[in-house]
């Protein structure tokens, strides 16, 4: 470490410059953002995105409150739904399977996770919009959204749970055992409370997954801004508006979809930001 | 920290470089980049792919988007030719517009709805959320599902033009995007109300999609009608460029805009127009 | 004695319930996604042959197959490897072998790299067309999808290549300096060999993510269907050929089930490979 010879020298020298490109690639993305989105965040007042009547980039108005609420909707809708079912999957996996098939069931929540955003779009619009829409026209709607989300952010929650519990110390658990605790009530009073931090991490991410998620979302959600009043009612998320709207916007237009792409992006960096701190304090 | 900094700036300058290096790169090759309308999408692919075979260095690359992209990407430099649905606005007259084709928009159901004409205040009463059920203009007894385009769609525009309405006046339980996504959309939803090009409709259908053109006023949504000028919402089809077209541009545009190309036009249900 | 027994009554009444929901859930979740894969297995066989593969998509995708699609595909991926490779791997090498965990450098990359992992896809598409596509004057074209995806592949690739060469045992640094081996050949001879089943299941798994991104390349590699000619062309990605047959084709369905399994098919492959090594480097870990 104190003194290098040249070659080393050299080594570390030709590996800043690569390392300091990544630091450049993050720089670069926030002001191409901030870039994109000067001439709006200047000229409009930042509570026209509030109060505008709605979302008319045409017209002139910008209200981004509509897909705001919808995005939150969909993904806490989605959370709701996941969270139970991903611990339900985790606790399986760790406490109630035999092992041969919690190494089955965790292998297809393992290859659920890899399955692409746009193959769950796909069977929701194929699959999921056609039977709700004999249930309640018109089928692309918050609940469609709803569901297809929490298929996908279901192995996330359950794999990050699943990695908690399994680091709970084995003592904790014979110990539990060893004092005649019933199943659950080592699993409400031990195990969980142990894995707590590492669970909620989990989960936080997978809002935040839920949040910046696009395609998905898009191909089944109905896409129109409005508030909805029933889950049966369509609704269009921030990140399925930039897509569905970045191909022809000029002028302000454009400019506000780079601020909604920047209000994503700070939700998301609070959410995982949180996350790596419960991770750390685990650690600590 | 110090050291941080001047790595950053050996990168900055690195990148630079290496993007004008770029730059230089795309600038040397042969393609013709269109970009716009999905109205004119389908046909101009067909064009493209005639107009290859006669000149195998050229290359064209066709992409959607709506009117409003390809008046945007021509005026940023992206796209050599824009596919515009409509006539250009007074405001658009930096850009060179050649018409190669007149279309119409058709209100389209699918094709089990008994419904076959609407007017102009029945279809206005059912975008605005007026009607809410078949029933009351004599269809089935099941909700009205409304489909509308997403803004900056020419198609969007006229067609709120002719019902004089305003895009927030409407209430839409759908937003779609291309004339193909409107006529999937359709044809998946059997109480659905959409409009599209003419053209991209009568193409479909007569593939066998389960669609169906509506009358509008009682003026049969067709190509004959359309070509006499009777059908109440029709438009030209434009090639928009930034500058006075040049070299392979211009040739371009005056293949697709040259006779022997009538029948490929008539073909996508559009209906040519003689530039003499 | 007679509350302790109520008392474990209700214990045992209140486990049976939870085990009961526990086994619900699970049997509902594990019902739902066996669905998810027949309906795809079952829809795409039907389209699926050997000719879907080895031609290109013909009539918007509805007849021909895909071939110019993975091909595009390919090339978006080689891009995003070439860009992202050298940049993950040397940053990951100079945090874990030249640096102390504590330095104000190693912790700005770290950061960023922890930033850069949660930032959404399509956030990297606005970024990506608004730098690579306009203001570099790259255009809609593969090179520009590629380099977009490489940004949003550096993350991935970058923690589990540090986690790999954090594996390698400190005897082999402190050994080979106490033979004094220049950290250079330490690094090409002993600790690169040692971490490369580390480095390879991470790469695999960059390339799994690369594979399935869609909104990123939107706006960046365009959607063009046919061969490209070169990387400045257009090229449109298996995962956005699902997304167009899907939504803006009439009749689109059987081709799009039939891509959806070609690419779930890969990403399973790509996934099985990636956990096989993995599980070689813990085995290859016990025996030393």
Redesign the interface.
């Known amino acids: 470490m104190f003194r290098?010879?040249p070659?080393?020298r050299l080594?570390?020298a030709?590996?800043?410059?690569?390392?300091?490109?990544?630091?450049?690639?993050?720089?670069?993305?926030l002001a191409?953002?901030l870039?994109?989105s000067w001439p709006v965040l200047m000229q409009l007042s930042l509570t026209r995105f509030v109060t505008d009547?709605?979302w008319?980039?045409?017209?002139g108005?910008y209200n981004l409150m509509p897909m705001l609420a919808g995005t939150l909707l969909a993904s806490m809708g989605a959370l709701l739904l996941a969270v139970?079912?991903g611990m339900?999957?985790a606790?399986?996996i760790v406490f109630?399977?035999p092992s041969h098939l919690a190494t089955l069931?965790k292998r297809?929540?393992?290859?659920?996770a890899?399955?692409?955003?746009?193959?769950?779009?796909?069977?929701g619009?194929?699959?999921l919009?056609?039977l709700i829409?004999q249930w309640h026209?018109?089928?692309?709607s918050l609940l469609a959204a709803i569901l297809v989300l929490t298929?996908m952010v279901?192995p996330l929650i359950t794999l990050t749970a699943y990695t908690a519990l399994a680091a709970v110390p084995d003592e904790l658990i014979h110990n539990a055992a060893a004092l005649g605790l019933?199943?659950?009530?080592m699993?409400s009073g031990v195990a969980l409370p142990a894995a707590g931090s590492g669970i909620t991490a989990g989960i936080i991410l997978a809002a935040?997954r839920a949040?910046?998620?696009?395609?998905a979302v898009l191909?089944v959600a109905?896409?129109?801004v409005q508030y909805p009043e029933t889950v049966f009612d369509?609704i269009?998320t921030l990140?399925a508006n930039?897509?569905?709207?970045?191909?022809?916007?000029?002028g302000d237009h454009r400019a506000v979809?780079?601020v909604s792409?920047l209000l994503?992006?700070l939700l998301?960096?609070v959410?995982?930001?949180i996350a790596?701190f419960l991770e750390k304090q685990r650690h600590a | 920290m110090k050291n941080c900094a001047k790595y950053l700036l050996i990168n900055l300058f690195c990148l630079i470089i290496w993007a004008s290096w770029l730059t230089s790169v795309s600038a040397a090759s042969q393609r013709l980049i269109v970009t716009g309308s999905s109205t004119v999408a389908p046909l101009m692919s067909e064009i493209a792919r005639r107009f290859e075979l006669q000149h195998p260095e050229v290359r064209i690359d066709v992409q959607t988007g709506g009117s409003s992209r390809g008046i945007n990407d021509v005026r940023r430099g992206i796209a050599d030719i824009g596919m515009v649905s409509r006539a250009l606005k007074p405001n658009e007259d930096d850009l060179h517009a050649f018409s190669i084709a007149m279309d119409g928009i058709g209100i389209i159901v699918h094709a089990s709805n008994p419904v076959r004409s609407l007017n102009p205040k029945q279809i206005a009463d059912i975008y605005t959320g007026k009607i809410t059920h078949w029933k009351s203009v004599g269809g089935p007894n099941a909700r009205i599902t409304v489909v509308n385009k997403a803004e900056g769609r020419s198609t969007l525009e006229l067609f709120l033009d002719y019902l004089q309405l305003k895009n927030s006046a409407v209430k839409p339980h759908i937003i779609i995007g291309d004339n193909a996504q409107g006529i999937k959309t359709v044809t998946g939803n059997p109480h659905a109300i959409g409009y599209v090009s003419i053209g991209a409709a009568a193409y479909e259908a007569q593939r066998g999609t389960p669609i169906r053109l509506l009358a509008l006023n009682g003026v049969t949504a067709s190509v004959e009608n359309v070509h006499s000028g009777i059908f109440p919402l029709s438009r030209p089809l434009n090639l928009i460029t930034s500058r006075v077209p040049q070299g392979i541009i211009r040739a371009f545009i005056e293949f697709a805009r040259s006779p022997q190309l009538y029948p490929l036009i008539e073909a996508h249900y559009f209906v040519p127009i003689d530039t003499d | 004695m007679r509350d302790n027994q109520q008392l474990h009554t209700v214990h045992r009444i209140r486990d049976r319930l939870a085990q009961c929901l526990i086994y619900s859930a699970v049997f509902l979740v594990g019902a739902v996604f066996i669905w998810i894969l027949a309906d795809l297995a079952r829809g795409g066989i039907m389209h699926l042959s050997w000719e879907f593969i080895t031609e290109s998509p013909r009539d918007a995708g509805r007849a021909g197959g895909i071939a110019s699609i993975l091909i595009s595909t390919l090339l978006i991926l080689c891009v995003a490897l070439i860009a992202a490779v050298p940049l993950a791997w040397s940053t990951a090498i100079l945090l874990v072998e030249c640096m102390p965990a504590a330095s104000s450098f190693g912790k700005t990359v770290r950061f960023s790299l922890h930033v850069l992992a949660g930032v959404p896809s399509i956030v990297f598409g606005l970024f990506g067309n608004a730098f690579f596509s306009i203001y570099l004057g790259l255009g809609f074209s593969i090179l520009s999808g590629g380099l977009t995806l490489a940004c949003m592949l550096l993350p991935i690739l970058t923690s589990t290549a540090e986690a790999g060469l954090r594996a390698v045992p400190d005897t082999y640094r402190l050994s080979a300096s106490a033979l004094g081996m220049t950290r250079t050949a330490t690094l090409i001879h002993l600790i690169l060999p040692a971490a490369a089943p580390a480095l390879a299941a991470g790469l695999l798994l960059g390339i799994g993510r690369a594979l399935a991104e869609t909104a990123a390349l939107l706006f960046t590699s365009g959607y063009v269907e046919r061969m490209p000619g070169s990387l400045l062309d257009s090229g449109r990605a298996l995962a956005l050929h699902i997304f167009d047959l899907s939504m803006n084709v009439p009749g689109g369905d059987m081709p799009a089930y039939a891509s959806a399994l070609v690419l779930v098919t890969l990403l399973l492959c790509i996934n099985i490979l990636a956990m096989k090594l993995a599980y070689g480097l813990q085995r290859w870990r016990i025996m030393t």
Do not use: K, Q
């Open positions: 290098l010879i070659t080393d080594l570390i030709i590996l800043r410059i690569f390392a300091v490109n990544t630091v450049l690639v993050l720089l670069l993305i191409f953002l870039l994109e009547t709605s008319h980039p045409l017209e108005a139970p079912l339900s999957s606790l399986f109630y399977a069931y297809l929540i393992e290859l659920l890899g399955i692409p955003s746009v193959v769950f779009g796909f069977w619009l194929t699959t919009v056609p829409n026209p018109p089928g692309a298929l279901l019933s199943r659950w009530g699993i935040a949040l910046g998620e696009t395609m191909m109905g896409n129109v369509p269009r990140a930039i897509a569905l709207e970045m191909a022809y916007a000029m979809l780079f792409g994503l992006l998301v960096m959410l995982s930001s790596g």
